[in-house]
């Protein structure tokens, strides 16, 4: 306090005086919220807890491993989203198709978004509220899948890529010529 006081009164009206005061006090407040943020970041982290590893942290009651996993398959045609519990029973399923979507609409994200938001529903129906979130392929219905959910009244508590990935494996498709 007494370094501040100091520094305020020691501003001038000169430019690089000026700049001088503005940045000792900017080297102040950071240095301050510097030593908050390192309190809270013993307590928190971003990530969820590795497997088998305890951690404090619950959703509605249920540690991270005890929540239920909510699957997405995003081909190129359609979207599949599945929920099944920690152990892989399956509770809910549907996919565009299931919802009323023909041939090319299959692969639209608004079909997406319409199976995740019928996903969702279908899950608290069942008392479910927190999921995990595992989404694999790379189909237009990704990222609109994971919003239906959301708009459907899901809490999505972490999203997984589980995109199978070749290390050159098969041959490749053929490229398209347009």
């Known amino acids: 306090?007494?370094?501040?006081?100091?520094?305020?009164?020691?501003?001038?009206?000169?430019g690089l005086q000026r700049t001088l005061c503005s940045s000792a006090a900017r080297l102040?407040?950071?240095?301050?919220s510097a030593t908050d943020s390192a309190k809270t970041s013993k307590?928190?982290?971003?990530?969820p807890p590795l497997p088998g590893q305890d951690s404090s942290l619950s959703w509605g009651g249920k540690k991270f491993d005890e929540l239920p996993i909510l699957h997405i398959k995003?081909?190129?045609?359609?979207?599949h989203i599945q929920l099944t519990d920690s152990a892989g029973q399956s509770m809910v399923r549907t996919s565009c198709g299931?919802?009323?979507f023909k041939n090319i609409k299959k692969s639209t994200p608004i079909a997406a978004q319409t199976a995740g938001i019928s996903a969702a529903k279908k899950a608290t129906a069942k008392g479910v509220t927190?999921?995990?979130v595992v989404v694999k392929g790379l189909g237009p219905g990704r990222l609109?899948?994971?919003?239906?959910?959301?708009?459907?009244?899901?809490?999505?508590v972490s999203i997984t890529d589980g995109t199978p990935v070749p290390h050159n494996g098969c041959r490749p498709?053929?490229?398209r010529r347009t």
């Open 43 to 47: 307590d928190f982290s971003h990530f």
């Open 144 to 156: 609109s899948a994971i919003k239906g959910l959301t708009m459907g009244g899901l809490e999505v």
């Open 28 to 32: 102040q407040q950071s240095a301050a």
């Open 74 to 79: 995003a081909t190129y045609n359609n979207t």
């Open 98 to 100: 299931t919802e009323g």
């Open 1 to 14: 306090n007494e370094q501040s006081i100091l520094i305020k009164v020691g501003c001038g009206s000169s």
């Open 173 to 175: 498709r053929k490229a």
């Open 130 to 132: 927190f999921v995990r």
